[in-house]
């Protein structure tokens, strides 16, 4: 049975924590993040660097070879806007445990990442924009079938592009939540795989209730089609709303211990 896919976000340069052990190149915050997020049940580790440009390939060379030496039966998510980074990863990467993944390939600039993908044999995280958010479902669509389209073209299977509808944050972009749903109903009825960054929704809303938006609109997505999302994996009640939601969507068996599977 299928299983929905859940990217832990938590080693993110945009923490000051992780920021100062990439630059330090201190292993143990990074594996304090990733033991955590293993721990809970995130079956991806997101790793991003950030832009990276003075050391960007160094740096995710060294980021791979350390996750992948303390937890090697974890895949990761390869996550920068440097190129020439990713490609660095993916040669170091051991995909033993499972087809890295690119976060992200877009119907624009970073096109040629479809192509990375295709020559190192990994999954790719395909954006449905060009340049910003996209104005409407027309355009997240049309991009998508570009990208789709150059896929194919490169040799890349359909199976291993995750389509991301590109969530926006509630706080201001309130109007445009339904839309995203729709969108990624859309793309579904496409027969094509879909993910996204939860966090985005909840983006400058009050701490409290950011976890809350963010498992409400993973509950909601999932019954629109979404099969993976990139996650805070620490919110136990959003870990447990998508084992719930694997249930009743049939996914996986019922038993009354589901939630400790």
């Keep these: 049975m299928a299983r929905f896919l859940t990217i832990g976000e938590r080693i993110h340069v945009i923490s000051p924590v992780i920021r100062k052990a990439l630059q330090e190149r201190d292993p143990a915050p990074i ?26 390939e160094e740096l995710m060379t060294w980021v791979v070879k350390l996750l992948q030496s303390e937890f090697p039966n974890t895949p990761l998510c390869l996550d920068t806007t440097n190129m020439k980074a990713i490609e660095a990863g993916l040669k170091v990467y051991d995909p033993k445990p499972g087809k890295a993944i690119i976060n992200s390939a877009d119907a624009g600039s970073r096109i040629g990442l479809l192509e990375v993908a295709a020559e190192y044999g990994a999954m790719v995280i395909g954006l449905c ?13 049309a991009y998508c079938t570009e ?11 359909p199976e291993d592009i995750l389509f991301d509808p590109m969530f926006v944050v509630v706080k201001g972009m309130q109007e445009k939540q339904q839309e995203v749903l729709e969108a990624v109903r859309q793309i579904s009825e496409m027969g094509l795989k879909t993910t996204g960054g939860l ?12 976890g809350l938006i963010e498992t409400v609109i993973c509950a909601m ?8 999302a990139i996650i805070n994996p620490l919110n136990k009640l959003l870990m447990d709303v998508i084992k719930t939601a694997e249930v009743i969507k049939g996914w996986t068996l019922y038993c009354d211990s589901y939630l400790e599977l």
């Design 129 to 141: 924009a060009k340049e910003g958010i996209p104005r409407d479902n027309e355009e997240r669509i």
């Design 147 to 157: 990208i789709l389209d150059k896929a194919v073209a490169v040799g890349l299977n």
């Design 199 to 210: 966090s985005n929704v909840a983006n400058g809303c009050p701490k409290e209730v950011r």
């Design 221 to 228: 997505a999932i019954q629109c089609g979404l099969t993976s």
């Design 31 to 56: 594996l304090a993040r990733a033991k955590e997020q293993v721990e809970a049940g995130a079956h991806y580790l997101d790793v991003n660097i950030g832009p990276a440009e003075r050391d960007g």
